[in-house]
C-alpha cells in the first residue's frame, strides 16, 4: 500500500507541473492573440484596396498582362503552405498540411506538376519525415509574421511565376493557410493568387460605400507592373497575419483543454491516492486490534 500511496503522490505532482506549464502557455497566447487580430484588422483594408485596384485595372482594360491572363494550358502549379515553427497548436498544423494535400490531389488530377514553398518548421519537418521535395522554405517568427518576410515570398512566386514551363516555371500560384475566423473556429482555406481572379468586378457596393473611379497613368502595363507584386506581396502579408491569429487561438483552445485534463488528472489521483491512505491506515488498526487481541489471549491462557 505504501508503494502505491507514494506512486500516485508522483502522479499527482506530475500532473500539477504540467498544469502550470499549460496554463502558462494559455494566458501568453490569450495575450498574444488581441494584437494579433488588431494587425490583421489593420491589414485587411489595405489588403482589399489594393486587390480593388489590381480588378478594376483587370477588368477595365484590354491588355492582355501575363499576371492577370489566364494561360491556354496549366502544366505546373505552385502551392505556399502556411503552417506553425512550434507544436502544441493542436490540429493547427496538420488540417493545413491536410487541405495542401487535397488540393495537390486535385491539381495532380488535372494533369499539372506541383512544386511546393513552406512556410513554418511544422510544414519543413512533415516534408522532411515524408522525403518530399520543396523549392524553397522559411521559418522563424510564424506567430509574428513581418512585412519583409512576405516580401520575400512575394519576390519568390513571382520569380517562378514568370519563368517558363521549360525552365522551371510555374503556371499558378496558390496559397493555403488557416482563416481566423474566431476564437473558436480557425477555418483552412485555399487561394488562387495567381494569375489574378477578379472578383470584385460585379460586386455592388453597399449603400454607404462607394467604389473609387481610378485613371490609369502614363498606361495600364506599366500599372500593372508596378502594382501586381504589391498585390502579391499585401495578400502574402494578410495571409501569414491570419495564420499566426489562428495559431494563437489553436494553442490556447488545446492548452485550455490540456489543463482541464490535467485537473481531472489531480482529481482523479487524489481520490485514488485518500483511497489507498485510507486502506493503509485500516490496515494498520486491523493489525493492531489483532495483536492486542493475541497478547490479550495469551494472558488469560497464563
Request: glycine content about 6%; aromatic content about 8%; proline content about 2%.
Given at each position: 500500500?505504501?508503494?502505491?500511496?507514494?506512486?500516485?503522490?508522483?502522479?499527482?505532482?506530475?500532473?500539477?507541473?504540467?498544469?502550470?506549464?499549460?496554463?502558462?502557455?494559455?494566458?501568453?497566447?490569450?495575450?498574444?492573440?488581441?494584437?494579433?487580430?488588431?494587425?490583421?484588422?489593420?491589414?485587411?483594408?489595405?489588403?482589399?484596396?489594393?486587390?480593388?485596384?489590381?480588378?478594376?485595372?483587370?477588368?477595365?482594360?484590354?491588355?492582355?498582362?501575363?499576371?492577370?491572363?489566364?494561360?491556354?494550358?496549366?502544366?505546373?502549379?505552385?502551392?505556399?503552405?502556411?503552417?506553425?515553427?512550434?507544436?502544441?497548436?493542436?490540429?493547427?498544423?496538420?488540417?493545413?498540411?491536410?487541405?495542401?494535400?487535397?488540393?495537390?490531389?486535385?491539381?495532380?488530377?488535372?494533369?499539372?506538376?506541383?512544386?511546393?514553398?513552406?512556410?513554418?518548421?511544422?510544414?519543413?519537418?512533415?516534408?522532411?519525415?515524408?522525403?518530399?521535395?520543396?523549392?524553397?522554405?522559411?521559418?522563424?517568427?510564424?506567430?509574428?509574421?513581418?512585412?519583409?518576410?512576405?516580401?520575400?515570398?512575394?519576390?519568390?512566386?513571382?520569380?517562378?511565376?514568370?519563368?517558363?514551363?521549360?525552365?522551371?516555371?510555374?503556371?499558378?500560384?496558390?496559397?493555403?493557410?488557416n482563416r481566423f475566423v474566431s476564437m473558436i473556429t480557425q477555418e483552412p482555406e485555399v487561394v488562387r493568387l495567381l494569375p489574378l481572379q477578379v472578383v470584385e468586378a460585379d460586386e455592388t457596393p453597399a449603400s454607404n460605400e462607394v467604389f473609387p473611379l481610378y485613371e490609369f497613368e502614363p498606361d495600364v502595363t506599366k500599372v500593372l507592373d508596378a502594382l501586381l507584386p504589391v498585390y502579391v506581396e499585401s495578400r502574402i502579408y494578410n495571409s501569414m497575419l491570419q495564420s499566426a491569429a489562428s495559431e494563437h487561438a489553436a494553442r490556447q483552445k488545446a492548452m485550455k483543454s490540456a489543463t482541464d485534463n490535467a485537473e481531472k488528472l489531480i482529481s482523479n489521483y487524489t481520490r485514488l491516492s485518500n483511497a489507498a491512505r485510507q486502506s493503509e491506515i485500516t490496515q494498520q488498526i486491523s493489525e493492531i486490534v489483532g495483536g492486542a487481541d493475541a497478547l490479550a489471549s495469551q494472558g488469560d491462557e497464563d
Open positions: 500500500m505504501g508503494a502505491q500511496l507514494r506512486v500516485y503522490r508522483q502522479k499527482i505532482k506530475s500532473a500539477q507541473t504540467t498544469k502550470k506549464i499549460t496554463r502558462a502557455m494559455e494566458l501568453i497566447s490569450a495575450s498574444r492573440i488581441a494584437k494579433a487580430q488588431q494587425r490583421v484588422a489593420a491589414a485587411t483594408p489595405y489588403s482589399r484596396a489594393v486587390t480593388r485596384a489590381v480588378s478594376a485595372v483587370a477588368t477595365f482594360s484590354n491588355v492582355d498582362h501575363p499576371l492577370t491572363t489566364e494561360p491556354a494550358r496549366i502544366d505546373r502549379a505552385a502551392v505556399v503552405i502556411f503552417t506553425s515553427d512550434r507544436g502544441l497548436a493542436g490540429a493547427f498544423s496538420s488540417n493545413v498540411l491536410k487541405e495542401a494535400e487535397q488540393l495537390t490531389s486535385l491539381l495532380r488530377e488535372q494533369g499539372k506538376d506541383v512544386v511546393y514553398y513552406l512556410v513554418g518548421r511544422k510544414a519543413v519537418s512533415n516534408f522532411n519525415f515524408r522525403r518530399r521535395e520543396s523549392v524553397q522554405s522559411w521559418i522563424g517568427g510564424t506567430d509574428l509574421p513581418t512585412v519583409d518576410t512576405a516580401k520575400e515570398i512575394a519576390e519568390s512566386v513571382l520569380e517562378i511565376f514568370k519563368k517558363d514551363f521549360a525552365e522551371g516555371g510555374a503556371d499558378e500560384i496558390h496559397l493555403v493557410f
